[in-house]
């Protein structure tokens, strides 16, 4: 069974320095059938105005996975963690038993856009972790395993039996990928448009399949996540 969510769906919240898509309820936006897909319960699109961002805040068990589209994002949090993620890079901060972390645009020119994804452990009160690396050698052409559960394939690992993959992609290359019995794929589009099982999906869309494979062709050149989930 394939369900598609049109990106112009999704909720949305303008703060000025702040634009945000949520495709999952989340703030002041809740919709009762849109609450996630199994573990997955967050996925925010989220642009964020030049030198503006997230205050000091906080999180525990809950695994937070950053994607940067455009421009770059500076983290710093409680363990001593600093850095700025850019295109390419992902970041996976396990908040376990709690962490303070702060966002921000690290240009003082220039947008930064970026995808805050939330997945729910199977464990709680571990310890703290960050980890982040670069995969924009991967991501080109083919699907690239960023996160799993034990970090195979030099992916991410996360306390969660989720897999997830990233792709950029050229117009006319073709996707296919089959899950195992019992599980759900949920691709989020974050760029072109697709494809899907013959249903077109256009940018900022979500699907989720279940007991489907799935099964798709670039109408444009096109940037997605893909979670295969318990």
Known sequence: MLTIRPGHERGHANHGWLN?????????YYDPRYMGVS???????????????????????MEIISYVLSGGLEHKDSMGNGSVIRPGEVQRMSAGRGIQHSEFNASRNETVNFLQIWIRPNVSGTEP?????????????????????????????????????????????????????GRKLYLHLARGVVSLNTQTLEAGGGATLIDEALELDCDTDAEFLLFDLP
């Open 129 to 181: 972790n960050y980890a982040q690396k670069d995969f924009s050698q991967r991501l080109d052409g083919k699907l690239a395993l960023v996160v799993s559960p034990d970090g195979r394939d030099d992916s991410l690992s996360i306390h969660q039996d989720v897999l997830v993959y990233a792709a950029r992609l050229q117009k006319g290359q073709h996707i296919h990928h089959a899950s195992g019995h």
């Open 20 to 28: 945000s898509y949520h495709s999952f309820s989340f703030a002041s």
């Open 39 to 61: 573990c997955l319960r967050v996925i925010n699109d989220d642009t964020v105005a030049p030198g503006a961002g997230f205050s000091t805040h906080g999180h525990r068990d």
